[in-house]
């Protein structure tokens, strides 16, 4: 994988300037099978035209399309805003806009659908957040298959869980969050990836803690969960045809 992980070289507004050397720079070239992983490639309508981008330089890529609970992906979204600093908002407020980013990147059809214009649907692979919980080494097999590397390879890195500690809501991930978005330290920040794993392990449980668990959620309001289920059911209804399975979303 690229270090580091989030390189979000397709998206105009952010590294597609810099070229496609800076982009090579980020993986090893003896590698067979290179990847990335930026979340803002599916961030319609706020970054359009980035499967065109990918196409016209990587050709044909495999796309891998991790997906959530829309309403509990919201919840996080909302938590990681409020945690940071950057939202002022009630949730109430905060989820009547249906035309916010918290609902946007929540309609992963729409999100899509870009891909399956640009891409052969064959070349993209659908994989549901809890199916990793539920069962990580069957969908990693599924996974390693669809990229056609070693479906047996296993890890103890498998077990790790990032990014879902209760710190994400307290005042550390807020002053580190805040930091890396300065002028002096973006650069520190864009290299997180290229520390040593030992070190790099030392810095995600001072910030996100990932032993404390998941932080907890709050609930979304009789009401408005409603509103949301009926505005998110088409959508979930047309990924799912397209994944060839259900989610169990909206229940």
Known sequence: MSRPKELNFFVAELNWPLGED??????????????ESSPHYTNRPRFDG???????????PRVIYVVRDPIDRMLSHYLHNLGGGYEQRPLTEAFADPESSYVARS????????????????????????????????????V???????????????????????????????????AVRLPGLQALDRNF???????????????????AGEVPKPEVPGGLREHLVDLFREDVARLE??????FGWLE
Not at 193 to 211: A, T
């Open 193 to 211: 990836d290229r520390l040593p794993e030992s070190l790099r392990w030392v810095v995600e449980r001072l910030v996100h803690d990932p032993s």
């Open 107 to 142: 309609r992963y059809s729409f999100q899509l659908d870009p891909y399956l214009e640009a891409f052969p649907r064959e070349l993209i692979e659908i994989v549901g957040r809890d199916e990793l919980k539920r069962d990580r080494q069957a969908t990693m097999r599924r």
């Open 241 to 246: 045809e397209t994944a060839g399975r259900t």
């Open 22 to 35: 800076w982009y090579a720079t980020h993986f090893e070239a003896s590698a067979a099978i290179r990847g």
């Open 50 to 60: 980035v499967p065109e981008r990918i196409r016209s330089v990587l050709g044909s």
């Open 144 to 178: 390693f298959g669809f990229l056609g590397v070693d479906p047996e390879f296993r890890s103890e890195q498998f077990e790790r869980e990032w990014e879902t500690g209760t710190a994400k809501g307290g005042g550390r991930f807020r002053i580190m969050d805040r």
